[in-house]
């Protein structure tokens, strides 16, 4: 399958149902643990007027923490129309709909990319793309500062579970699928971009990584 078929069955599994559950569990539980790490991440570093591209952020979580704590704007990009829905009713609820610009699309097909923002973040994203080498590439020539990213591990019961459910979807006659790409090509693409590691977290099943623009010598 094509990006650009990929990206039309992303926009069909996440429908309104899944947005608005995703929203429940938001209210209820806050963040989830991916999202968590990445904003702990992010508030180690001066953000005050910041600007963030969002990647993929469904219903806007990255967005709407970050500008409760003081970054300047957010340009967030994804292919589903109701997670873009349910995310602008979230910023106009809290009187940030002014701040915050949301695009439709395949942010690796965008005819015209977003402007360079300070911060880039793409959590839980580059598991649901097929070609995540030109995904990365893009994310990196956008971000000025710093690129954060949640994957999944290249672990085997990782697999087995991306397995089962592109098992289920083939069934059901669901086209999305998932992928568990190696971090160590995720890494030689970013790095190959001036950017350098600075933190990596996780758990059993997801890494979290911080980059940072760098443009001095590679480092050792």
Known sequence: ???????????????????????????????????????EELRRRPLDGAHLLDVGGGIGVLGLELLATGIGGVVEVDASPAYLAVAARQFAERGWAQRAVLVAGDFAALAI??????????????????????????????????????????????????????????????????????????????ESSALRRLARRGNAFWAVDLYERWDGPPPP
């Open 1 to 39: 399958m094509d990006c650009c078929a990929h990206c039309a069955a992303t926009g069909q599994l996440f429908g309104p149902k899944v947005a608005e559950g995703d929203l429940r569990r938001y209210r209820r539980k806050g963040p989830n643990p991916t999202t968590r790490l990445i904003l």
């Open 113 to 190: 990319p977003p402007e360079p923002a300070d911060v880039v973040t793409l959590d839980r994203v580059v598991c649901c793309y097929p070609d995540f080498e030109v995904l990365l590439k893009r994310a990196a020539g956008r971000t000025r500062r710093l690129l954060a990213l949640s994957y999944p591990h290249d672990r085997w019961y990782v697999r087995g579970v991306m397995a089962l459910e592109n098992l289920w979807r083939r069934t059901t006659r669901n086209a999305f699928r998932s992928f568990v790409h190696p971090p160590a090509r995720l890494a030689d693409v970013l």
